[in-house]
């Protein structure tokens, strides 16, 4: 019997696939790297991936989580073939409970469905990566997925109050609970939290959810220089705000996106900063008359604002097309999600035009400056057709980290490691930290049956 065969007669009907173009549409996310499983498991329950895993761990077949496959990484590639168990048919929202604050839901649940179905009853979802109508919640687990409101509300971690994991032989263990505090034993959500599938499977999650903020305003600030816009991130913090989101963008960034779009939202800016408060009107439109005036006497050239949801996406909506008319240059966007200490987001961007001059290529910089994680875009022409292309932004990847980690950065904030930055990790984790790692993955899965030829195992 082959293994679709023995994986049918344990699962039943209409769970296992093994035609070609489940197969292939299985294969890969949204980055390069590309491997076919031998089987597809599309898991609707639990008691699914508890039978695929005690049959995987029997025979030592490897095993690879899938959520939505729209990570930037690699981390769903199933790079030693064996199993897809692919979680998106456990899409339910179990439960919304405002009364305790929590969200219980299926790893399979769109982050964007959910935060709609949390709005519609007053309540906030907060985690927003810019894939949020694409991703799903587990996926966002696995990688601890953030965005430019993690600034004020946290990354996915500060999020999941309790998880339901399956682990390597089929056991199902249980971490924290529906409680906003917990202190009972050792933090073992923050194992699996950012574990990228290869500790266990989660197969549902308690959320925090906060009350929604009745009213938001945005500012758009012009300035001439990326040093100037940097030196107004540090002064908007200096004079006691704590924006919900603050972005920045460099000139080549702002260009691509005034050619994509076809118009100037912001007349004369070199680079942007965006500005997003958010609580009760009044609050909110009197902090913005005040901050304006604070960021005109830090030199900007031109100051918008915008209040309530509308006006305000229409400033955002050049934000949101950062990505895209980056694409739209025809060059390849290869994007870094690199963290610096915030106090080094000028020497970044310096480094950046150093990087482009040297290997003749453009860096565009942008993203979450509030929390030093900054898109660094490395823009090759005829990358997939050159080797010595591929070659020289490898290089230039190379020098990139090596200079991230010695500014005390680190080499991913929001993306993980997956097969994109296994090269690097050694570089980035030191010895006795990748022993720890491996001595969590040995203790939670001995076998080395989960996500096998990523960073650990
Ligand atoms: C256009 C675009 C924009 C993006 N913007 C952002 C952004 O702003 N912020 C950000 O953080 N990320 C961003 N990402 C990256 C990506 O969307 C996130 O990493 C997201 O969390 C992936 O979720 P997914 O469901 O697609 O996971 P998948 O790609 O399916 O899997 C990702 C990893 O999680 C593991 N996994 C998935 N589900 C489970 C589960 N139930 N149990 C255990 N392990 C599991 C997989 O094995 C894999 O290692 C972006 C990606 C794209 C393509």
């Not at 959500?189 to 308690?206: C, D, P, Q, R, Y």
């Not at 906060?210 to 305003?217: K, M, Q, V, Y």
């Not at 001439?224 to 705000?241: L, M, P």
């Not at 991230?404 to 929001?414: R, S």
């Amino acid at each position: 019997m082959n293994l679709a065969q023995s994986l049918r007669k344990i699962l039943g009907p209409g769970i296992v696939a093994s035609d070609e173009p489940t197969l292939t549409a299985h294969a890969k996310d949204r980055w390069f790297a590309s491997r076919q499983p031998d089987v597809v498991v599309l898991a609707k329950k639990r008691a699914h991936v508890e039978k695929t895993l005690r049959f995987a761990s029997e025979h030592r077949i490897p095993v690879t989580t899938r959520g939505a496959g729209y990570g930037y990484v690699g981390g769903c590639v199933p790079s030693h073939g064996g199993i897809v168990l692919s979680v998106a048919p456990m899409n339910r929202i179990v439960e919304i409970n405002t009364a305790d604050g929590v969200a219980v839901v299926e790893p399979g649940v769109i982050t964007g469905d959910l935060q709609d179905a949390v709005r519609k009853l007053g309540w906030f979802y907060p985690p927003d990566p810019a894939s949020l109508r694409d991703c799903s919640i587990g996926g966002n687990i696995a990688t601890n997925a953030g965005g430019p409101r993690c600034l004020k509300y946290g990354v996915t971690r500060n999020y999941v109050l309790g998880l339901e994991v399956v682990i390597d032989d089929g056991r199902e263990l249980n971490c924290g609970g529906r409680t906003h505090k917990n202190k009972q034993g050792f933090d073992l959500i923050g194992n699996f939290v950012g574990s990228e599938g290869l500790l266990g499977v989660v197969t549902k999650a308690t959320l925090r959810i906060l009350p929604h903020p009745p009213a938001r305003s945005t500012l758009a600030a012009s300035f001439r220089t990326f040093r100037e816009a940097a030196d107004a991130v540090q002064r908007i913090f200096a004079a006691g705000y704590l924006p919900s989101a603050l972005e920045i963008a460099d000139p080549f960034t702002l260009k691509s996106a005034r050619e994509y779009l076809g118009r100037e939202i912001t007349p004369g800016a070199k680079s942007l900063v965006l500005v997003e408060l958010d609580g009760h009107e009044k609050s909110v439109r009197s902090e913005t008359t005040d901050l304006k005036k604070r960021i005109d006497a830090m030199g900007a050239i031109a100051v918008l604002t915008a209040h309530g949801d509308e006006q305000c996406e229409k400033l955002w909506g050049l934000r949101r097309a950062y990505s895209a008319s980056l694409k739209a240059t025809g060059l390849t966007k290869l994007n870094e999600d690199i963290v610096v200490p915030r106090g080094k987001l000028v020497e970044l961007a310096e480094f950046g035009e150093r990087l482009a001059k040297k290997h003749d290529f453009p860096v565009a910089c942008f993203g979450h400056a509030g929390d030093g994680n900054i898109h660094v875009n490395i823009m090759a022409a005829n990358y997939h057709e050159q080797p010595k292309i591929k070659a020289a932004v490898d290089r230039a990847l190379d020098e990139l980290f090596k200079w991230v980690l010695k500014a005390g950065g680190v080499i991913t904030g929001e993306h993980g490691i997956g097969l994109a930055k296994k090269r690097w990790w050694p570089l980035a984790v030191n010895e006795t930290g990748r022993d720890i790692h491996a001595a969590l993955k040995r203790a939670y899965d001995p076998k080395g049956i989960l996500n096998p030829g990523k960073f650990v195992g």
